[in-house]
């Protein structure tokens, strides 16, 4: 999920400074939220803007339409309250601001124009749940939104099991090879399969066979990014790219998703480069 404060909605309908990268944003393939706060506060800025003649009256009311269809959930500042007031004083900062912060941790990523803010995000410790408008792009921003819709269970399980299940599965494909030896081997399904009946195999599958499949579609990709060919700029198609087979479920490709599974921690290391702006 994306969260996105007033500073970015109203640049979608107010061509000024950063209107451009605002408009960007949008195209990312992630959940948009917001508090039910960005309403208010946008109605606020646009009056201003309406006043000083850098708006029509009329552009008002057409604005804050945009936005709501824009943001495709409003989270009720009643359930952000304590958290940004806790956030406020922490910070030292605006407590309107940080409910927007609120709303980001444990859903996502924010994306801010308030440079202020932002660095004070980060050098506070809450860096890595903000992003500055002007230095995001989509390889970053998807990166983000995903790493932070996946659980900390989920991503647990998968770096202690995926190892196992490499290791078994290399085990298997090296036997299958020398059974043969001074030949090419065509490895057979039916000789790999031993490995999907593992304990780390079962074990895994137990797990992902609960997860809905926007979860699924995450860790899918996440595999599809740990081979060697995948960079973190691939990672906004490989997601998409994995939506189709996600909705589907993981019963009907229970095989195919597991056998990316091995190759998700390496993901999970390119995921994390790029959702801190690194190149992998």
Same mark, same amino acid.
């Given at each position: 999920?994306?969260v996105?404060?007033?500073?970015?909605?109203v640049?979608?309908?107010v061509?000024?400074?950063?209107?451009?990268?605002?408009?960007?944003?949008l195209e990312v393939?992630e959940?948009r939220?917001?508090?039910?706060?960005l309403l208010?506060e946008l109605?606020?800025?646009?009056?201003?803007?309406?006043?000083?003649?850098?708006i029509?009256p009329?552009?008002?009311?057409?604005?804050i339409?945009?936005?709501?269809e824009a943001?495709g959930?409003f989270?009720?500042?009643i359930?952000?309250?304590d958290?940004?007031i806790? %956030?406020?004083i #922490?910070?030292?900062? /605006?407590?309107?601001d940080?409910?927007f &912060? =609120?709303?980001a941790?444990?859903?996502g990523?924010?994306?801010?124009a308030?440079?202020?803010?932002?660095?004070?995000?980060?050098?506070?410790?809450?860096?890595?749940?903000?992003?500055?408008?002007?230095?995001?792009?989509?390889?970053r921003?998807s990166?983000?939104a995903?790493?932070r819709?996946l659980d900390?269970?989920t991503?647990?399980?998968?770096?202690?099991?995926?190892?196992k299940?490499?290791?078994t599965f290399?085990a298997?494909?090296?036997a299958?090879k020398a059974?043969?030896p001074?030949?090419i081997k065509?490895?057979?399904?039916q000789?790999?399969?031993p490995?999907?009946?593992?304990?780390?195999s079962?074990?895994?599958?137990?797990h992902?066979e609960?997860l809905?499949?926007?979860?699924l579609r995450?860790?899918?990709?996440?595999?599809? %990014?740990?081979? #060697?060919?995948h960079? /973190?700029a691939?990672?906004?198609?490989? &997601? =998409?790219d994995a939506?189709h087979?996600?909705r589907e479920?993981?019963?009907?490709?229970?095989?195919?998703i597991?056998a990316?599974?091995?190759?998700?921690?390496?993901?999970i290391v390119k995921?994390?480069?790029a959702a801190?702006?690194r190149?992998?």
């Open positions: 999920m994306i996105f404060d007033t500073s970015v909605a640049k979608w309908t061509k000024e400074q950063d209107h451009p990268e605002a408009i960007a944003v393939d959940e939220i917001a508090p039910d706060l208010p109605a606020y800025v646009l009056r201003k803007k309406a006043i000083r003649g850098e029509p009329e552009h008002c009311g057409f604005a339409g945009a936005v709501r943001i959930q989270i009720p500042s359930d952000l309250v958290d940004a806790a %956030l406020s #922490e910070l030292n900062h /605006s407590a309107f940080c409910f &912060l =609120a709303c941790l444990g859903r990523v924010l994306i801010s308030d440079e202020v803010f932002v660095r004070k995000c980060e050098t506070t410790g809450y860096g890595e749940f903000v992003i500055l408008l002007r230095e995001a792009d989509n390889a921003l990166a983000s995903a790493f819709s900390a269970q991503i647990s399980t998968i770096e202690r099991l995926a190892p299940i490499e290791a290399t298997l494909y090296e299958a059974s043969v001074g030949r065509f490895i057979n399904s000789e790999l399969l490995g999907f009946k593992s304990p780390a079962l074990s895994l599958v137990k992902l609960k809905p499949p926007s979860e995450i860790l899918l990709a996440l595999g599809w %990014l740990g081979r #060697e060919y960079g /973190s691939d990672w906004p198609q490989l &997601l =998409a939506d087979t996600a479920g993981f019963d009907r490709h229970k095989g195919y597991l990316q599974m091995a190759n998700v921690p390496r993901g995921l994390r480069d801190d702006g190149k992998s």
